[in-house]
């Protein structure tokens, strides 16, 4: 499967059709960059479980498991997101 022309990654690196970063693309199997030894973390982990892990393994995503099938994942910024969202004093509880 070929990404399409103008996709997300060549428009964020400015890569050209034909030039060697799209060659790249179409030759680099993900199997040589892939993170290893994955660290999940179980669903009731708690934030500070989550930034501990990501710190210790210098990554940004981490698979949530429950009984060990991965259930989601969560990233950087998703704890971003949810740490710097503050409830409005009118919404319902």
């Known amino acids: 499967m070929t990404p399409p022309a103008g996709n997300w990654l060549e428009e964020l690196l400015g890569i050209e059709e034909g030039g060697p970063a799209r060659e790249r693309m179409r030759t680099l199997n993900v199997a040589k960059i892939m993170t290893q030894n994955l660290v999940c ?16 393994r210098r990554i940004a995503q981490v698979p949530v498991v429950c009984a060990g099938k991965m259930i989601g994942s969560i990233s950087r910024f998703e704890l ?14």
């Open 41 to 56: 973390v179980d669903e009731h982990a708690t934030v500070n479980d989550v930034i501990a892990a990501m710190d210790q």
């Open 80 to 93: 971003l997101a949810a740490l710097e969202y503050k409830p409005s004093p009118y919404q319902e509880k």
